[in-house]
T-cell receptor
Framework: AQSVTQLGSHVSVSEGALVLLRCNYS??????LFWYVQYPNQGLQLLLK??????LVKGINGFEAEFKKSETSFHLTKPSAHMSDAAEYFC??????????FGKGTRLHILP | GAGVSQSPSNKVTEKGKDVELRCDPI?????LYWYRQRLGQGLEFLIY????????KSGLPSDRFSAERTGESVSTLTIQRTQQEDSAVYLC???????????FGSGTRLTVV
């Protein structure tokens, strides 16, 4: 069965600094991988997704993630953090049956 | 509609009462999912509908939970004899099966007192 592990339930970065949110997955078949963002008091929004095309995936708001099969990772990055990036970020995986399994989430705090 | 619509947005109920939560998916989306998000936790899969196939109920936590969907339209999640541990945000999502990635509704915040 597929699963997702997000390292760090809380991550703090300074405004303008690199954002790195870690995600490792487990899947018995080539996975589809996702990052979702949840802003305070809002629903979940798809940030980006990997579906076996290019391993470097670009998403909205300047975020990107790289699929590394050898490391079973799909870490999310952004070169320069902005105050508006403060939110909860969820990594997720699905395989052939289209059901998506979510990680426990990482809350990103941006320090002024 | 333009997005996934859930109602009510907030629901406060007394312990032991039954509640019904409604989800209107995006028109044309064949797949519909229910998730639960407890305070400070990730999303817990509950149930998945795909077209006219039998639903995947593997995530329902107890027999107090049930869900229905008529065709490819509205779905209702019912929780019978609510307990305080049922307090959570219940999220609905829909998708086209050949386009990976869901569209989520804003959720129903359920509080059992």
């Amino acid at each position: 069965a597929q699963s997702v592990t997000q390292l760090g339930s809380h991550v703090s970065v300074s405004e303008g600094a690199l954002v790195l949110l870690r995600c490792n997955y487990s899947s018995s078949v080539p996975p589809y991988l996702f990052w979702y963002v949840q802003y305070p008091n809002q629903g979940l929004q798809l940030l980006l997704k990997y579906t076996s095309a290019a391993t470097l995936v670009k998403g909205i708001n300047g975020f990107e993630a790289e699929f590394k099969k050898s490391e079973t990772s799909f870490h999310l990055t952004k070169p320069s953090a902005h105050m508006s990036d403060a939110a909860e970020y969820f990594c997720a995986v699905s395989d052939k049956d289209d059901k998506i399994i979510f990680g426990k989430g990482t809350r990103l705090h941006i320090l002024p | 509609g333009a997005g996934v619509s859930q109602s009510p947005s907030n629901k406060v109920t007394e312990k032991g009462k039954d509640v019904e939560l409604r989800c209107d998916p995006i028109s044309g989306h064949t797949a519909l999912y229910w998730y639960r998000q407890r305070l400070g936790q990730g999303l817990e899969f509950l149930i998945y509908f795909q077209g006219n196939s039998a639903p995947d109920k593997s995530g329902l936590p107890s027999d107090r939970f049930s869900a229905e969907r008529t065709g490819e339209s509205v779905s209702t999640l019912t929780i019978q004899r609510t307990q305080q541990e049922d307090s959570a945000v219940y999220l609905c999502a829909s998708s086209l099966v050949d386009i990976r990635g869901y569209t989520f509704g804003s959720g129903t915040r359920l509080t059992v007192v």
